[in-house]
């Protein structure tokens, strides 16, 4: 599977932004697909995860609310539409796939064989 980030771009505190990450390989509608984040000097971050088959979704607690995950297997494509952005959202963000059917592992790194390039974020105060 390869994957495409896009849709970042700069925006000001309270503002909306939409990324969508564009999948080519078979089955995507197998892989559950979530979004990382990694701001400066910090380690990478879960952000959202979307189930393959039941679209089942978790969030991180700083975006629940905010931020919302969907994905259109059709176009094999995954977005995350973000809300109220706050200048602590401000990151590169990645998305990755996974096979894992292990639910506890989906906002680990380590559950994630497919990485997007990332796209960044960043949010004006």
């Known amino acids: 599977v390869q994957l495409q980030a896009s849709g970042g771009g700069l925006v000001q505190t309270g503002g909306s932004l939409r990324l969508s990450c564009g999948a080519s390989g078979e089955a995507f509608n197998t892989y559950t697909m979530t979004w990382f984040r990694q701001a400066p000097e910090k380690e990478r971050e879960f952000v959202a995860y979307?189930?393959?088959?039941?679209?089942?979704?978790g969030y991180a607690e700083s975006v629940k609310g905010r931020f919302t995950i969907s994905r259109d297997n059709v176009k094999r494509t995954v977005y995350l539409q973000m809300n109220s952005l706050k200048p602590e959202d401000t990151a590169v963000y990645y998305c990755?796939?996974?096979?894992?059917?292990?639910?506890?592992?989906?906002?680990?790194?380590?559950?994630?064989?497919?990485w997007g390039q990332g796209t960044l974020v960043t949010v004006s105060s």
């Open positions: 990755a796939a996974s096979r894992t059917a292990i639910l506890s592992s989906l906002r680990s790194t380590t559950a994630y064989a497919y």
């Open positions: 979307i189930r393959g088959g039941s679209s089942h979704t």
